[in-house]
């Protein structure tokens, strides 16, 4: 390609603002695999074989629950709490809040949950075991579980993926002619960024060598949305900067900037109606036609890329793009089973295969530049090698924002983390949103909201546990349900409901810093717009019974899913045996609490050493282990970036800080008893997108944003 040619499509990318993807619902399953044989040669084609089907990773079984909530109501009386001493330090203001709610939240604590549980153990105070110790503690081992299985698995089989593709464009760009040569050239540039990527010392074939330095200086400036050197498209650089657990070694970042590239670069189908994009069309699904063949070719390329998709997509979900399985298969019914090069110079063959994609999903996510006179399932519709997943939240992200919500003159640029709790069925979020925040006032908000609440409503159990991210949200969900007659008396006000709020948004904060990588973020379009003598107590387990009912699921589907594929070493398969038999035990102490029934002495036990347990679980001695592991682990404190909005530039930050303090007020035997316990901190902010947080930097900021203003209903 000329630079004359370049410069048009560039400038025609900006007229039509190409790129994204946004519609209802889930992706469909992808076509059967169908792989091809054979080789580039001269007279040679590639040859269709049956496929064989993935076997998939592991069921989820789910653990039986049985809640008896029979506990009476009592009224709240510090003055006749068995440990005084426990509150001596609390001011009126907390106190008040205390009786008056029942627990008490302090924006104080410690680095990390179980340190403070530790030094609770030592002070001899009761113990409150949270959710959020165990959901923290999750996070910790399907983080980890994810960088091992990169470090150790995921980047040797992308090094030697780049190779063999690299290898493939080279002898494509050989043999092709014409309109086929050019597609090659240009995915000879595209192999070459990913291999530099990874490998920065590799070398690279001299006639792509200009387009590769450009295209890597923009990766190296990640100044936003450029235009892209190799494919003249705008494409958002700023997403190339290492964040989330990428940042703990040098080659988690390369790995991090290289699957960037592969899940960012899309090859569309139809990026518009005019000469110019139609043409713009056909080049770039040349380039996925010939990538989809090379991979299709080689059989043990195709199943290294296998062995990251398959697995990723068990962590996180499927592919929200078009993938080389679905390519193949369109191939087979449009273009024979026998193509050769020489084939794909044919224009009327490449509109055929592209007419037979018809029958493919559209993405339901934008990840892209795109104008709102444009429709982003129809223009972003296309090939991207090893695609961003499809996850939930983005996709209401998708449905929440400009121009699915507010007018061009008054459009809603950000979501928030509320609006994912609304839509699964939280009052108290959509109570918020409206009255706190009023984010009705943008057009058609309740409407969409509406939409969602009713489509999220329908999903079953298999649609909830079809792969770790849906499950992690899944354990979630009981948080949200209103606590009523039976209960605790803590539990059954307001100021337990916001607080639980607040406990999902932490969880559901550090499920995005796990996933940045992979989970494909949304992007709002461009508008043209809390005695006497008595027995001790050792402690009391927040009783929500089906969030540990769900995360001991979640953590055994887990555990059998990635053992089975040999992604988990010894250490980890014990880390999360433990995890699981502590959550089955929380669950029925739970279930015992709410039925008035004593515990036995190794129960009792299980909530005295809470704070031990959980650091025995979530620190490692392996030294694959310390390969992944920097300073910025020693704390909770993680950030992450879930939206961008293309019109300010900015993106939609969720952190979690340090651990807050929570006191609750417990009744047993007649006697109430102030017991401690440690929760998330959550913050939400806006942020330069050109800027984007890494854990390091939001560890280190003076002073963190303030709190959202409706959490003042618990927190002091």
């Known amino acids: 390609m000329n630079k004359k040619t370049l410069g048009s499509f560039v400038s025609l990318l900006l007229i039509a603002g190409l790129l994204a993807s946004c519609t209802p619902g889930q992706p469909e399953p992808s076509p059967a695999p169908t792989p091809f044989t054979g080789s580039t040669g001269p007279g040679v084609v590639y040859v269709v074989q049956t496929p064989a089907k993935s076997p998939g990773l592991a069921a989820y079984v789910p653990v039986p629950v049985s809640v008896n909530a029979t506990l009476p109501a009592t009224q709240i009386a510090l003055a006749d709490v068995t440990n005084p001493e426990i509150i001596a330090g609390l001011s009126a203001e907390r106190r008040a809040l205390l009786e008056q709610n029942g627990f008490l939240v302090i924006a104080y604590g410690p680095q990390q949950i179980y340190d403070f549980y530790k030094s609770a153990k030592e002070r001899g105070d009761p113990i409150y075991v949270t959710t959020d110790s165990v959901l923290h503690t999750f996070h910790i081992l399907y983080d980890y579980a994810l960088r091992l299985a990169e470090a150790g698995y995921f980047i040797p089989d992308l090094e030697k993926l780049n190779a063999a593709m690299l290898d493939a464009a080279l002898e494509q760009y050989a043999q092709g002619e014409g309109p086929v040569k050019e597609a090659a050239r240009l995915n000879l540039a595209y192999f070459s960024v990913a291999t530099r990527l990874l490998a920065p010392e590799a070398e690279t074939p001299a006639d792509v060598e200009d387009l590769v330095r450009a ?17 003249g498209n705008l494409l958002d650089y700023s997403r190339f900067v290492p964040r989330g657990h990428y940042t703990r070694s040098e080659a988690l970042q390369r790995y991090f900037k290289a699957m960037s590239w592969y899940g960012l670069v899309e090859f569309r189908l139809k990026p518009g109606k005019t000469p110019e994009s139609i043409a ?58 026998q193509v050769s090069l020489g084939n794909l110079t044919d224009d009327a063959k490449i509109d055929a295969f592209i007419a037979g994609t018809d029958r493919l999903p559209a993405p339901k996510i934008s990840s892209s530049f795109v104008l709102d006179t444009e429709k982003p399932e129809e223009v972003t519709k296309g090939f991207r090698l090893m695609g961003q997943r499809f996850v939930p939240d983005s996709y209401m992200f998708q449905q929440l924002v400009y121009n699915q919500v507010g ?43 509406a939409k969602l609440q009713a489509e999220f409503g329908e999903l079953t159990t298999d649609d909830w546990t079809q792969n770790l991210y849906y499950g992690w949200l899944y354990a979630l969900l009981p948080l949200l349900e209103s606590k009523g007659d ?34 494909k973020q949304s992007t709002t379009v461009r508008a043209t717009g809390m005695p006497p003598q008595q027995e001790k107590v050792v402690g009391y387990v927040e009783p929500e019974v089906g969030c540990y009912a769900r995360l001991a699921a979640l953590t055994q589907q887990m555990r059998a899913g990635l053992g089975d594929r040999g992604l988990l ?20 102490i739970a279930e015992k609490e709410l039925a008035g029934q004593p515990l036995t002495e190794t129960e009792e036990n299980a909530i005295l050493y809470i704070g031990g347990t959980l650091e025995n679980i979530t620190t490692f001695t392996s030294q694959a282990a310390d390969e992944v592991s920097s300073e910025a682990d020693k704390r909770m404190a993680i950030v992450a970036d879930v939206h961008t909005d293309t019109n300010s530039q900015s993106v939609l930050e969720e952190g979690v800080g340090d651990a807050f303090t929570i006191y609750v007020v417990i009744e047993r035997g007649g006697y ?37 203003e409706w959490t003042t209903s618990f927190v002091r």
């Open 215 to 231: 295209e890597l200086a923009l990766i190296e400036a990640h100044a936003g949305f450029q235009k892209s050197p190799i494919t």
């Open 280 to 337: 713009i069309g056909r080049r770039e699904t040349r380039q996925a036609l010939l990538m989809s063949l090379a991979l299709g070719a080689d059989p043990e390329a195709l199943a290294r890329w296998d062995r990251i998709y398959e697995p990723t997509a068990f962590f996180v979900g499927k592919a929200d793009d078009l993938t080389v399985y679905d390519y193949l298969a369109v191939v087979k019914d449009t273009l024979g089973e």
């Open 407 to 449: 007018t061009p003159d008054d459009p809603r640029l950000f979501p928030k983390g509320l609006d994912v709790f609304a839509v699964l069925g939280s009052d108290r979020a959509t109570d918020i949103l409206k009255g706190v925040y009023h984010e009705d006032r943008f057009a058609n908000y309740d409407t969409q909201i």
């Open 486 to 519: 039976g209960y605790p008396t803590y539990m059954r006000n307001q100021a337990w409901t916001d607080k639980q709020l607040y406990t999902t948004l932490g969880s559901w904060t550090e499920l995005r810093h796990d996933t940045i990588l992979y989970a």
């Open 569 to 588: 070493g010894d250490e980890m398969a014990v880390k999360f045996e433990s995890l699981e038999k502590l959550l089955l035990a929380l669950k029925t």
């Open 672 to 708: 109430q008893t102030v017991c401690v316990g440690a929760t998330f901190s959550q913050y939400e902010f806006t942020w330069p997108m050109d800027n984007r947080l890494t854990d390091e930097a939001w560890q280190a900021l003076e002073q963190w944003p303030a709190r959202a």
